[in-house]
T-cell receptor, first 114, second 114 residues
Framework: DAGITQSPRYKITETGRQVTLMCHQT?????MFWYRQDLGHGLRLIYY???????DKGEVPDGYVVSRSKTENFPLTLESATRSQTSVYFC?????????????FGEGSRLTVL | QKEVEQDPGPLSVPEGAIVSLNCTYSNSAFQYFMWYRQYSRKGPELLMYTYSSGNKEDGRFTAQVDKSSKYISLFIRDSQPSDSATYLCAMRNAGGTSYGKLTFGQGTILTVHP
């Protein structure tokens, strides 16, 4: 199906474990983003990518790693999960056409760190 | 102080009411202003998109931007139960380096009851 998909949708892990959240888009959008959503904070940008092999930090990058070897995939890795990383994570993409910089979001990955 | 402030509500209105949602911001460099709607357990989806100051209307929805006051609004006319969702304001600077890098408000939870 066309669009942006995230997996897993739900994940429970323990403190100190490594977790990877996957994101795949079928629009060939150049730009991809990872946001986290927490009560009282809205959505905050973790990392973004302007193209394959180009990534940069957002507002809250500490404890996260990203890579983008292919245009369509943008995985987010928590190298050693902490309780403060319990959150809902949204992947988004943006293309060059339409509303400049309009974000298209996935359905989210709900992560709980025990 | 957050760059973007949004009253989280919750806001409960009867069907048919006019709803007013607002955000204030402090960063005068913001040039693009958006409203996203987010249903429960779903990703945000773009509702309204405006550039600089002025009004924009789309069906029952009107977005207003007052850059002199650093204040944006979303009005929903003839509200419907299907409008029940969280509404997020978002904004960004102009320029290619800000593409897709949005600063969000905390979101307002709206319930429209029949």
């Amino acid at each position: 199906d066309a669009g942006i998909t995230q997996s897993p949708r739900y994940k429970i892990t323990e403190t100190g474990r490594q977790v990877t959240l996957m994101c795949h888009q079928t629009w060939s959008h150049s730009y991809m983003f990872w946001y986290r959503q927490d009560l009282g904070h809205g959505l905050r940008l973790i990392y973004y990518s302007a193209a394959a092999d180009i990534t940069d930090k957002g507002e809250v990058p500490d404890g996260y790693v990203v890579s983008r070897s292919k245009t369509e995939n943008f995985p987010l890795t928590l190298e050693s999960a902490t309780r403060s990383q319990t959150s809902v994570y949204f992947c988004a993409s943006a293309g060059q056409g339409g509303n400049a910089g309009e974000l298209f979001f996935g359905e989210g990955s709900r992560l709980t760190v025990l | 102080q957050k760059e973007v402030e949004q009253d989280p509500g919750p806001l409960s209105v009867p069907e048919g009411a006019i709803v007013s949602l607002n955000c204030t911001y402090s960063n005068s460099a913001f040039q693009y202003f958006m409203w996203y709607r987010q249903y429960s357990r779903k990703g945000p989806e773009l509702l309204m998109y405006t550039y600089s100051s002025g009004n924009k209307e789309d069906g029952r929805f009107t977005a207003q931007v007052d850059k002199s006051s650093k204040y944006i609004s979303l009005f929903i006319r003839d509200s419907q139960p299907s409008d029940s969702a969280t509404y997020l304001c978002a904004m960004r600077n102009a320029g290619g380096t800000s593409y897709g890098k949005l600063t969000f408000g905390q979101g307002t939870i709206l319930t429209v009851h029949p």
